[in-house]
């Protein structure tokens, strides 16, 4: 069972401020443009709406609502106060990803990598079952995981750099999984933060889900939805400073929801 105490994610609390830093707008341009034409070719319907849940602090949001009707779901408060002021346009609501019920159906569901927090068997069930109860028959589900059983090194770690007028980010990132019995592993992030010069120093924790493709893939089949599994390189623009993700190939799961 997860230790909230180890489990602070700062970085969507009272360090999202940094997000525009540790993780740029100009990075997810390309990356999300890609996505939008994976899930137009895997829909079974015609695609006008979309639900982002677990959207953050709305930067794919940016590129998804050029194409289509944008709902934002988040349960921090603090990333959907970022998220208005950068898509004014989208309606965004604060809850889990998990159990909000928005009583209307959506032509495409997306996670993206916030599924990555889901820690448990139970919460990936619960967020399918979910999903598939917010999308209109035909329609798609959309998400990737950073890591699984199968991807995941010990104690893997790397470092980058960002900055912007007189601000400057140096992230450490470490990832580490103490049981391996467990379906969790710990990423450890430290911020050494300058603006104007002036450093200050941060660590946040986060507790994330670590899990077998067949396993999730299995899950989402239970929930309903017909599963394609695709090796996914992100290109070169969504890697940012953080050079170490060059070639680094991630599951992509697109479910199409089947049935009535």
């Not at 070719?41 to 959207?55: A, K, T």
Request: aromatic letters at 12%.
């Amino acid at each position: 069972m997860a230790n909230e105490k180890l489990n602070e994610r700062r970085l969507y609390h009272d360090l999202a401020g940094f997000w525009h830093l540790v993780s740029p707008l100009e990075d997810y341009l390309e990356e999300t443009e890609t996505f939008c034409e994976m899930i137009k070719e895997s829909s079974e319907r015609e695609l006008h709406s979309l639900l982002h849940l677990g959207c953050g602090r709305g930067h794919n949001d940016f590129v998804f609502k050029r194409y289509f009707a944008v709902t934002g779901v988040d349960i921090s408060p603090e990333m959907l106060e970022w998220a208005r002021r950068l898509n004014p346009e989208v309606a965004y609501l604060q809850g889990d990803m998990r159990t909000t019920k928005l009583g209307k159906l959506f032509d495409i569901v997306v996670a993206v990598d916030s599924v990555d927090y889901l820690l448990t068997k139970d919460d990936l069930r619960s967020f399918f079952k979910n999903a598939w109860l917010h999308l209109n028959p035909g329609g798609v589900l959309m998400f990737i995981l950073d890591k699984t059983k199968e991807s995941f090194v010990q104690n893997d770690s790397v470092v980058y750099s960002n900055d912007e007028k007189d601000e400057l980010i140096t992230v450490f990132e470490n990832c580490f999984d103490p049981d391996e019995k467990d379906t969790e592993y710990e990423l450890t992030f430290l911020y050494l933060y300058r603006k104007a010069g002036k450093l200050k120093m941060y660590s946040d924790r986060h507790l994330c889900g670590l899990f077998r493709k067949k396993e999730v893939e299995e899950l989402m089949t239970e929930a309903g939805f017909e599963v394609k599994v695709i090796d996914y390189l992100s290109p070169e623009s969504a890697w940012g400073s953080n050079a170490e993700m060059e070639g680094e190939i991630f599951p992509l799961f697109l479910g199409v929801k089947t049935g009535a």
